[in-house]
């Protein structure tokens, strides 16, 4: 995808970047122009899947009781799947909001969200909607992973209620399709809405419907993807890819939200490291965090690369695993897949000094 080049931000400038109470006007892209063409980009024109797929043809008798059987069976298998891979994104979500490693974090989430399920097991709760609140527990805070043992969050969840007691099963109602091109607009909206808010709050001084055209387009590709491996992988008919397609929408765009802050973060911290060593006139120290800002690909360009490396993490866990349907709504973590960004060949610099940029 073609992205748009940082500009280098003068270490002058740096410090009023760094101080929100004073930056400038001037410094800061302004929004309120450009809300026109952010629609324009939150619409975007249509991908090729996202028109109707045809249903298969109904067929009589004894073949189409087998039929029938089958494309129940498939639905139940992508459900099952959808469930799984709805979960596990929170938990990479999660990872990417707290400062440690993202790979060395999952493993650690799991295992917590494992074993709370069980503790709550033993409470008669055990049910797909409460384990899709815990990993959205973990995701709005991260550090509960450390912080609340499982056995104390089951109790506060769920007092001890008497042995001949039963929970009462999950009632959800079923998705009602809007129409197939409504939907897929609707998703991309979502999906974009999530990302408006994450750039607002990371701001990288770019032109708002630029971060969204780019968001969209990285997203199209990734979802549309995806949405491919798991009809493929599932064997389902065609007339399940708008149902993968919006699923992978929804996780994609929270996951590039969450990606977005997190090199925000990253960078301004660079940043701030760089401008200390030029304020302790350590040219040697700025120019080392200058190469390690490269090298670990901050900034605003940046941003499509970790995401690319996060759903890598995300398709260790769903996409490149086997899930048997018992598993489904309570899955052992699987280990990811290793991040190729931890591979990366070494590159030269400049023996220059470089002021790093969001």
Same mark, same amino acid.
């Given at each position: 995808?073609?992205?748009?080049?940082?500009?280098?931000?003068?270490?002058?400038?740096?410090?009023?970047?760094?101080?929100?109470?004073?930056?400038?006007?001037?410094?800061?892209?302004?929004?309120?122009?450009?809300?026109?063409?952010?629609?324009?980009?939150?619409?975007?024109?249509?991908?090729?899947?996202?028109?109707?797929?045809?249903?298969?043809?109904?067929?009589?008798?004894?073949?189409?009781?087998?039929?029938?059987?089958? *494309?129940?069976?498939?639905?139940?298998? /992508?459900?099952?799947?959808?469930?799984?891979?709805?979960?596990?994104?929170?938990?990479?979500?999660?990872?990417?909001?707290?400062? =440690?490693?993202?790979?060395?974090?999952?493993?650690?989430?799991? *295992?917590? /969200?494992?074993?709370?399920?069980?503790?709550?097991?033993?409470?008669?709760?055990?049910?797909?909607?409460?384990? $899709?609140?815990?990993?959205?527990?973990?995701?709005?805070?991260?550090?509960?992973?450390?912080?609340?043992?499982?056995?104390?969050?089951?109790?506060?969840?769920?007092?001890?209620?008497?042995?001949?007691?039963?929970?009462?099963?999950?009632?959800?109602?079923?998705?009602?399709?809007?129409?197939?091109?409504?939907?897929?607009?609707?998703?991309?909206? $979502?999906?974009?809405?999530?990302?408006?808010?994450?750039?607002?709050?990371?701001?990288? *001084? $770019?032109?708002?419907?630029?971060?969204?055209?780019?968001?969209?387009?990285?997203?199209?590709?990734?979802?549309?993807?995806?949405?491919?491996?798991?009809?493929?992988?599932?064997?389902?008919?065609?007339?399940?890819?708008?149902?993968?397609?919006?699923?992978?929408?929804?996780?994609?765009?929270?996951?590039?939200?969450?990606?977005?802050?997190?090199?925000?973060?990253?960078?301004?911290?660079?940043? =701030?490291?760089?401008?200390?060593?030029?304020?302790?006139?350590?040219?040697?120290?700025?120019?080392?965090?200058?190469?390690?800002?490269?090298?670990?690909?901050?900034?605003?360009?940046?941003?499509?690369?970790?995401?690319?490396?996060?759903?890598? *993490?995300?398709?260790?866990?769903?996409?490149?695993?086997?899930?048997?349907?018992?598993?489904?709504?309570?899955?052992?973590?699987?280990?990811?897949?290793?991040?190729?960004?931890?591979?990366?060949?070494?590159?030269?610099?400049?023996?220059?000094?470089?002021?790093?940029?969001?």
């Amino acid at each position: 995808m073609s992205t748009v080049r940082s500009t280098a931000i003068p270490p002058a400038q740096l410090g009023a970047y760094l101080t929100p109470a004073g930056t400038s006007a001037s410094v800061r892209s302004t929004p309120a122009p450009a809300l026109a063409a952010m629609r324009q980009a939150a619409a975007g024109p249509l991908t090729a899947t996202a028109a109707a797929a045809p249903w298969p043809v109904p067929m009589t008798g004894e073949e189409g009781e087998v039929q029938q059987t089958q *494309q129940r069976a498939a639905r139940e298998r /992508l459900k099952h799947a959808l469930a799984h891979g709805k979960v596990m994104s929170l938990l990479v979500s999660a990872a990417l909001r707290q400062p =440690q490693a993202v790979e060395a974090y999952l493993p650690r989430a799991g *295992q917590w /969200l494992a074993d709370c399920t069980r503790h709550l097991a033993t409470r008669l709760l055990r049910n797909a909607g409460l384990h $899709r609140l815990l990993a959205a527990l973990i995701e709005r805070n991260p550090d509960w992973v450390s912080q609340r043992s499982p056995e104390t969050l089951a109790t506060l969840l769920a007092p001890s209620v008497p042995a001949d007691a039963r929970w009462p099963p999950e009632e959800r109602r079923e998705w009602v399709s809007a129409g197939a091109s409504l939907d897929v607009q609707w998703g991309y909206a $979502r999906a974009l809405a999530r990302i408006a808010v994450a750039a607002l709050e990371h701001d990288f *001084q $770019r032109d708002r419907a630029t971060v969204l055209a780019d968001a969209r387009t990285v997203l199209a590709h990734a979802a549309t993807e995806r949405a491919d491996r798991l009809c493929q992988r599932l064997e389902l008919d065609p007339s399940t890819h708008p149902i993968a397609l919006l699923h992978y929408l929804n996780v994609g765009g929270r996951l590039y939200a969450a990606t977005l802050a997190r090199v925000h973060r990253e960078s301004v911290a660079r940043i =701030q490291d760089y401008q200390d060593c030029l304020n302790r006139h350590d040219p040697a120290g700025a120019e080392a965090i200058a190469r390690q800002y490269q090298e670990g690909r901050l900034g605003y360009d940046g941003i499509a690369f970790h995401f690319a490396a996060t759903l890598r *993490q995300l398709d260790g866990l769903t996409l490149e695993r086997e899930l048997a349907p018992e598993e489904a709504h309570f899955p052992r973590l699987a280990s990811p897949s290793p991040s190729a960004a931890t591979n990366r060949p070494a590159r030269s610099f400049p023996s220059a000094l470089w002021p790093p940029s969001v």
